[in-house]
């Protein structure tokens, strides 16, 4: 019974929705474009290198960015887009209706010509929703897979694109992925590159100019089962402490502060900064440490784009798709530990377990000893034995 009524729900959202996107613009502008990437801050890290192929495949047309809030002073940096439009998707997501139709308001009446959703998987909710209140004349998607997407609902939101471009079934990871997707858009075979993030301006923290030497501690993820146990931690955090000269950060969201807590709380020297810096504070203090070790989460995918060495304890959920990078890349790559399971590419739908306080079993089966072993592969010349 809750379900139907959910199911009723929501569908007279999106036909509000729809009515309320329906007003038509004053005005088409025949040279503007929008490009819709709300997902997460570690998805738009991996877009970064075909992001930088808008320009030239849309030379001379005004090009504006739909972007999930949690990154957008990140986007706005950059010189791949003329205006970046930030969502705030906790409410755009069915939490405020209010706001939510007024988003979609505001962007059918921006009368863009063309609207693209340069993602694998869309969401009905979300992106793709965003993409029918454009009124754009032509809605570009791709058919991807139903990580987010029900086939029912693929079914209705595939007839809200003018051009559905068909993308290659086998697995490969996220960069090439979106590397493909616009070549779909461009007719041309881009070459691999991994991201890059550079800063408009440099930005200080004085939370750790205290700090010479540190490196960050991220023990947060966006599931729990992707977070290695908080002991695990602990202990690292005790070894690292008692034999290297280096300051210990923990960085984090608001939202993981108690979890950064209980970490901090084993020992003073022990800085907890989640939910107290902006993202572009993040991306300084993560630029500026000597080695970042966390789970599958975007600290690590910024780590990398900013040349910090860091070290992800994997699961293997999504294994392949946004972690490990790819082998034969020649650039600096995050080090991955994970112990291999028969049920990887669950798409973090466990088999094994229902409860994951330290983590899934995919993620439980990595010891502290080999964490810390590949720190002093990376760091030997720092020990003092």
Not at 296 to 306: K, P, W
Request: net charge neutral; hydrophobic share 40%; charged share 25%.
């Amino acid at each position: 019974m809750r379900s139907s009524i959910r199911h009723l729900y929501r569908r007279a959202i999106f036909l509000v929705d729809y009515l309320v996107a329906k007003i038509p613009p004053r005005n088409f502008s025949n040279h503007s474009v929008a490009i819709v990437r709300v997902d997460l801050i570690g998805d738009f890290i991996l877009w970064l290198p075909a992001a930088e192929k808008l320009r030239t495949i849309f030379p001379g047309s005004k090009l504006t960015l739909v972007a999930n809030d949690a990154w957008a002073d990140l986007a706005r940096d950059l010189p791949y887009w003329d205006e970046v439009i930030a969502i705030n998707m906790k409410w755009f997501s069915f939490e405020k209706l209010l706001y939510r139709w007024r988003t979609l308001r505001l962007i059918a009446s921006k009368g863009f010509q063309i609207a693209i959703q340069p993602v694998y998987s869309r969401s009905l909710a979300d992106g793709d929703s965003i993409i029918r209140a454009t009124n754009a004349v032509e809605r570009i998607g791709f058919v991807g897979d139903f990580s987010n997407l029900l086939k029912e609902e693929a079914d209705v939101t595939n007839r809200w694109y003018t051009n559905l471009h068909p993308t290659v079934v086998e697995a490969i990871h996220e960069i090439d992925r979106n590397l493909e997707i616009m070549g779909q858009i461009s007719g041309v075979k881009y070459k691999r590159t991994l991201p890059q993030l550079e800063l408009a301006g440099e930005v200080k923290s004085n939370l750790i100019e205290s700090l010479d030497n540190y490196l960050v501690i991220t023990p947060g993820a966006s599931w729990e089962g992707k977070r290695w146990g908080v002991s695990n931690y602990v202990e690292l955090i005790q070894c690292i402490l008692e034999r290297i000269d280096l300051g210990v950060v923990l960085c984090g969201s608001q939202a993981e502060f108690d979890l950064c807590e209980s970490v901090r709380k084993q020992d003073p020297r022990i800085i907890n900064l989640a939910g107290k810096t902006t993202l572009r504070e993040l991306v300084s203090i993560l630029k500026g440490a000597i080695l970042v070790i966390g789970n599958d989460s975007s600290a690590i995918h910024i780590a990398n784009s900013v040349g910090t060495r860091s070290i992800c304890i994997l699961g293997g959920g999504h294994f392949g798709r946004f972690l490990p990078y790819p082998e034969d890349s020649s650039d600096i790559k995050p080090i991955t530990l994970f112990k291999k399971m028969d049920c990887y590419q669950c798409n973090w739908r466990c088999t094994k377990a229902q409860i994951f306080t330290d983590g899934a079993p995919c993620i439980q089966g990595m010891g502290v000893d080999e964490v810390k072993s590949e720190i002093e592969h990376l760091l030997g010349n720092n020990l003092s034995h």
